[in-house]
Structure formats: C-alpha cells, structure tokens
C-alpha cells in the first residue's frame, strides 16, 4: 500500500479581504456579470435591497416572492 502525500494549501480567509471600496459589502446574489434582460438586473437590485434592509445573507422562497410582489409581480 502506498500512500500519496498531498500538498496542503494554506486557508485564505476571504471575507477579511477588501475587494471593493470601503464600506461597501460584497453582495450574494447578483453577479458582476451584465444581464441582457433588464428585469433580471431589477429583481437582483431588489433582492440585494431586501437583503440589506433586512440583514440577511439568504432569502427564503417566501421573501423572495415578497420581493418579486413589491416590484410588481402577480399570478
């Protein structure tokens, strides 16, 4: 039996590392990607709002549905 070492990489804590501008978080849900379809953009800003307002880092399918209903949205 031979045993392969692997080489360890050391861990890289990326939340203590400023990617952007002072005071301004790194949001999860829109991408830096530019959207062709301007109510994607919308729905993203908005649920990156709710997001802020709210302090949350996820959203449930509820709040996401809140969201869309605050834009607009009906069945």
């Known amino acids: 039996m031979q045993l392969t070492t692997e080489k360890q990489t050391e861990f890289v ?3 203590a590392q400023q990617d952007g501008p002072p005071g301004v978080e790194r949001r999860q849900f829109s991408d830096s990607r530019i959207h062709e379809r301007p109510e994607v953009r919308e729905l993203a800003e908005a649920v990156d709002q709710y997001k802020l ?3 949350r880092r996820f959203v449930t399918f509820s ?3 809140d969201v869309m209903v605050g ?3 009906h069945k």
């Open 53 to 55: 307002r709210h302090r």
């Open 71 to 73: 834009l607009g949205y």
């Open 13 to 15: 804590d990326r939340r």
């Open 63 to 65: 709040e996401l549905y």
